[in-house]
């Protein structure tokens, strides 16, 4: 079976800009998390949708949006892109929101210039 | 959100010797306890994890040791293997309902020396 897929693999944008990262789960998984991974720390929650409702949220600004669609799959939207955002961002799947294994995706390297 | 600290923030350890990269939390709703393994430029993978109904998990040569009153819990790598140097972060969430996702640590770097 495929794992969890990202794409695209890497971006560059310029401050201001919108970008949507994409990311499709794992057969039968129907929950996606998204994580911000800044280089050299661990990667930090941004958000969980289950069954294509938010089930949760991390401390994130507003510019940060995510749906989740009707195959499971997922789009992270994050508007009027700051140098802060350069980031590592991962998406993991689970079979449902709670007392799950969560497999996460290679990942979509973004560069705010 | 609440706190998951992660030491050494790097560690050495010669071929064939045990790694041990130790986690403490503060949240005591937390009962879920994954430990991962990345590599750079990839995603994180999955290692092991651990419920606090147990007290030790053992997969291979991977060992999660938990000690709930303490609030911390442990990797341990034995007969570690070059192939074993990589990024570990250990990780908590809150599964009873709550939906804030895993909370990292801030990872360690470990090199196996051949």
């Known amino acids: 079976d495929a794992g969890v897929t990202q794409s695209p693999t890497h971006l560059i944008k310029t401050r201001g800009q919108h970008v949507t990262l994409r990311c499709s789960p794992i057969?039968?998984?129907?929950?996606v998390s998204w994580y911000q991974q800044v280089l050299g720390q661990g990667p930090q929650f941004i958000f969980q949708?289950?069954?294509?409702?938010?089930?949760g949220r991390g401390n994130f600004p507003d510019r940060f949006s995510a749906r989740q669609f009707p195959n499971y799959s997922s789009e992270l939207n994050v508007n009027a892109l700051l140098l802060g955002d350069s980031a590592l961002y991962l998406c993991?799947?689970?079979?449902?929101?709670?007392?799950?294994?969560?497999?996460f995706g290679p990942g979509t390297r973004l560069t705010v210039l | 959100q609440q706190q998951v600290k992660q030491s050494p923030q790097s560690l050495i350890v010669q071929k064939g010797g045990i790694s041990i990269i130790n986690c403490a939390y503060e949240n005591t709703a937390f009962d879920y306890f994954p430990w991962y393994q990345q590599f750079p430029g990839k995603g994180p993978a999955l290692l092991i994890a651990?419920?606090?109904?147990?007290s030790e998990k053992k997969e291979g040569r991977f060992t999660i040791s938990f000690n709930k009153s303490a609030k911390q819990f442990s990797l341990h790598i034995m007969d570690s293997q070059p192939g074993d140097s990589a990024t570990y972060f250990c990780?908590?969430?809150?599964?009873?309902?709550?939906?804030?996702?895993?909370?990292f640590g801030k990872g360690t770097h470990l090199i196996i020396q051949p």
């Open positions: 949708y289950y069954e294509k409702e938010e089930r």
């Open positions: 057969s039968g998984h129907k929950s």
């Open positions: 651990i419920r606090p109904d147990v």
């Open positions: 990780a908590a969430s809150d599964s009873g309902g709550g939906a804030d996702g895993l909370t």
């Open positions: 993991a799947s689970s079979r449902r929101t709670s007392y799950n294994e969560q497999f």
